[in-house]
T-cell receptor, first 114, second 115 residues
Framework: DVKVTQSSRYLVKRTGEKVFLECVQD?????MFWYRQDPGLGLRLIYF???????EKGDIPEGYSVSREKKERFSLILESASTNQTSMYLC?????????????FGPGTRLTVL | SQQGEEDPQALSIQEGENATMNCSYK?????LQWYRQNSGRGLVHLIL?????REKHSGRLRVTLDTSKKSSSLLITASRAADTASYFC???????????????FGSGTRLSIRP
């Protein structure tokens, strides 16, 4: 079974702090994704990566950056956390080129910025 | 922007009844998937239907796809309390390879099963 883990289930930070959210997958997937989920807005793609050190902006990249130094790990960085970044953050991975695009999700990190 | 839009936004039914959720989308697609999310958890893939398929079954799940109407439906038969969750459709647009791995999620249907 594919396993995607996220470093924290719940996180509370203060405005202006630098925040790191870590995601690790154990199935050698090339693609990894970061989403945020807010009530009524569904999942919105922040960034994704299709290979080590490769990344592309999603729909809402502002205020975020990412790092993918190793294939299994994809980090989301909030350079200076703000209250409007309070949200549920979901990481996912997938295998490209199989014509299915099925994504495997981690359990999520609920981030609160005070 | 949301490619898929689910309808209804919320659905409450009695245990044992069938639950039907609909999804509409805007652009041509390679496939459409349905995911389930239990409260406060990540999404779990349920079923995928390709653009050249019209209907697919998996256990108590039945998915239909009408590409001419750009719509899909998810039917859960003989619902159980454990089916209480949010259900999302997700579409893989038929664009170039650089975007081929991205899928676009709708805003979801919250399903509640009353015992």
């Amino acid at each position: 079974d594919v396993k995607v883990t996220q470093s924290s289930r719940y996180l509370v930070k203060r405005t202006g702090e630098k925040v790191f959210l870590e995601c690790v997958q154990d199935m050698d997937h090339e693609n990894m994704f970061w989403y945020r989920q807010d009530p009524g807005l569904g999942l919105r793609l922040i960034y994704f990566s299709y290979d080590v050190k490769m990344k592309e902006k999603g729909d809402i990249p502002e205020g975020y950056s990412v790092s993918r130094e190793k294939k299994e790990r994809f980090s989301l960085i909030l350079e200076s956390a703000s209250t409007n970044q309070t949200s549920m953050y979901l990481c996912a991975s997938s295998i490209p080129g199989r014509g299915t695009d099925t994504q495997y999700f981690g359990p999520g990190t609920r981030l609160t910025v005070l | 922007s949301q490619q898929g839009e689910e309808d209804p936004q919320a659905l409450s039914i009695q245990e044992g009844e069938n639950a039907t959720m609909n999804c509409s989308y805007k652009t041509s697609i390679n496939n459409l998937q349905w995911y389930r999310q239990n409260s406060g958890r990540g999404l779990v893939h349920l079923i995928l239907i390709r653009s050249n398929e019209r209907e697919k079954h998996s256990g108590r799940l039945r998915v239909t796809l009408d590409t001419s109407k750009k719509s899909s439906s998810l039917l859960i038969t003989a619902s159980r309390a454990a089916d209480t969750a949010s259900y999302f459709c997700a579409t893989a647009p038929s664009r170039g390879y650089s975007s081929a791995s991205k899928i676009i999620f709708g805003s979801g249907t919250r399903l509640s099963i009353r015992p």
